[in-house]
């Protein structure tokens, strides 16, 4: 099982950004997603799950209505739009499985600066 999360990078306040994750080693189409995120000093964060086959999506709080997760199954990668990003969404991304197996992908990181 592994996570290769990709995307991340430097953008300004309102930037948007849209981060890949690409999965292999189990059968993707067969499990919801997530995204999660892990700031400097702060606990790792859940920000948006997609179900199998992406019509059910849930997001935190801070992220709805700016977030959006979309899942390719035919590929295995699931993705997130972030549009209006804030200072506060700075953090390491990642990829997961919503029930949790496997290790931690490397991450992407977003950095949201002026």
């Known amino acids: 099982v592994q996570f290769v999360e990709s995307g991340g990078g430097l953008v300004q306040p309102g930037g948007s950004l849209r981060l890949s994750c690409t999965a292999s080693?189990?059968?993707?189409?067969?499990?919801?997603m997530s995204w999660s995120r892990q700031a400097p000093g702060k606990e790792r964060e859940l920000v948006a799950t997609?179900?199998?086959?992406?019509?059910?999506?849930h997001y935190a709080d801070s992220v709805k209505g700016r977030f959006t997760i979309f899942r390719d199954n035919a590929k295995k990668m699931v993705y997130l739009q972030m549009n209006n990003l804030k200072v506060e969404d700075t953090a390491v991304y990642y990829c997961?499985?919503?029930?949790?197996?496997?290790?931690w992908g490397q991450g992407t990181q977003v950095t949201v600066s002026s």
């Open positions: 080693g189990f059968p993707f189409s067969s499990f919801d």
């Open positions: 997609i179900g199998t086959v992406g019509a059910t999506t």
């Open positions: 997961k499985p919503v029930l949790g197996f496997g290790p």
